[in-house]
């Protein structure tokens, strides 16, 4: 038995049966690589699903972490968190807000943006305000409120009764958004480009006219980046890209660069309702992940790792595009920046099954798109190196 083998075993008896895993042990990483308990080296398109945006273990971020650790672990939110009051400086320096609640997930930060939403709409209208509308084929998360507010089916079955109070309706249909609104609706909660619904990218001016909807009706506006925010669409936030603003942005994955973080951001008329005693989080924004966040978020805005993830993004689609001439299963290549889809006119999960053993790290959403998330420091040879696997892949289709 191979250490993978022992290790899987193991794995097999005690760990919960939650995820489909592939037959990779991970021990060690190194900016776009990844290395398996048998030493085998991978190149990871996957990048913990747009966690790691600047490649396993950052230095700076490593430095941050081992420095704090050797400081202070752990403090209550009974006090004031140096680590954490920087982090929430920058994010209001370089976004439309202007006060950040930390959490540990990005379906925690979902919860906080609706549970805010609520309760800043009663106050605001005066009125009986709680629902949501989200999107089909969105994806907010896995606990029972944000299971409530994905619009799809597979996420909530066996799960009900789900939260009320959420409507869905089509991405990109303005006509179904504006039917949707009723005397209840507080919120509109979309992710500005869909990740786990198949890399779906907004039809041009949709949200622009999505916001215009949300001020005629008095509605906030709340985007969730959890996926496409910290560089990943070669802008800072995905709302950038149009430059429509949200009245509350939730963040996690790649905010601190691999260790787990959350945070809402919010405007300061908004925010306000979340006063003393309203909702909290035990390690919310705890001095360890909160000097990872601020390490990884100096690194995104001083080490030019927007810029090298426009550059790369687009050479990635180019080389991408490329398949769409030369195999007639390649039907569209998607995204921006770094978050790439590729569609398939059949299923994806074999090629993925494939590049694994060839030493790739892709995966597949909705059964037949592609999904590329390298870090945002990729280079153009390992882009390279990822293509030419993929071409062989696709040969043999
Ligand atoms: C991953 C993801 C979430 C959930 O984040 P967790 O940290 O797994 O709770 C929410 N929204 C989007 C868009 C995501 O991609």
């Not at 106050?123 to 509308?133: C, L, P, T």
């Not at 050479?315 to 390649?330: A, C, D, N, Q």
């Not at 889809?341 to 037949?368: H, P, W």
């Amino acid at each position: 038995m191979s250490l993978s083998e022992e290790w899987i075993a193991r794995g097999d008896r005690h760990v919960a049966k939650t995820y489909g895993r592939y037959p990779l042990v991970a021990t060690r990483g190194d900016g776009c690589r990844l290395w398996d308990a048998d030493g085998k080296e991978y190149l990871d398109f996957l990048a913990g699903v747009a966690v790691n945006n600047l490649g396993h273990c950052p230095p700076k971020v490593v430095t941050a972490l081992q420095e704090q650790a050797a400081k202070l672990l752990h403090c209550s939110n009974y006090f004031h968190i140096p680590a954490q009051i920087e982090l929430a400086e920058l994010l209001c320096a370089h976004s439309f807000g202007d006060r950040v609640f930390f959490c540990n997930s990005g379906a925690e930060a979902n919860e906080a943006a609706m549970k805010l939403a609520r309760k800043h709409s009663r106050e605001a209208s005066g009125q009986d305000r709680f629902e949501v509308i989200t999107a089909l084929a969105s994806f907010h998360g896995r606990t029972i409120g944000t299971i409530s507010a994905t619009g799809q089916e597979k996420v909530r079955s066996g799960f009900e009764p789900v939260v009320p109070g959420f409507k869905f309706v089509p991405f990109g249909d303005l006509q179904a958004l504006r039917a949707a609104v009723g005397p209840n609706t507080c919120a509109v909660m979309l992710e500005p480009l869909q990740g786990e619904g198949g890399v779906n990218v907004p039809p041009p001016g949709y949200l622009a006219e999505v916001r215009r909807i949300c001020d005629e009706f008095g509605l906030l506006l709340i985007f969730d980046e959890v996926q496409v925010g910290c560089g990943r669409t070669g802008r800072l936030f995905a709302y950038q890209y149009e430059g429509v603003e949200p009245d509350i942005m939730t963040l996690a994955k790649a905010l601190a660069g691999g260790p787990p973080i959350g945070a809402m951001v919010a405007r300061e008329k908004i925010a306000e309702s979340l006063g003393p005693g309203t909702h909290g989080s035990t390690f919310g924004g705890n001095p360890l992940m909160a000097a990872a966040g601020v390490a990884a978020f100096r690194t995104i805005l001083e080490d030019g790792v927007i810029e090298n993830c426009v550059a790369m993004g687009d050479y990635l689609r180019e080389r991408l595009e490329e398949f769409k001439g030369r195999y007639p299963i390649v039907t569209e290549i998607r995204g921006r920046g770094l978050i790439l889809g590729m569609q398939l006119s059949v299923e994806g999960g074999e090629m993925v099954k494939e590049a694994l053993r060839r030493g790739l790290l892709i995966n597949c959403t909705v059964g037949n798109v592609l999904r590329f998330l390298p870090p945002l420091i990729v280079t153009r040879q390992e882009i390279d190196e990822a293509v030419d696997i993929l071409d062989g892949i696709l040969a043999e289709q």
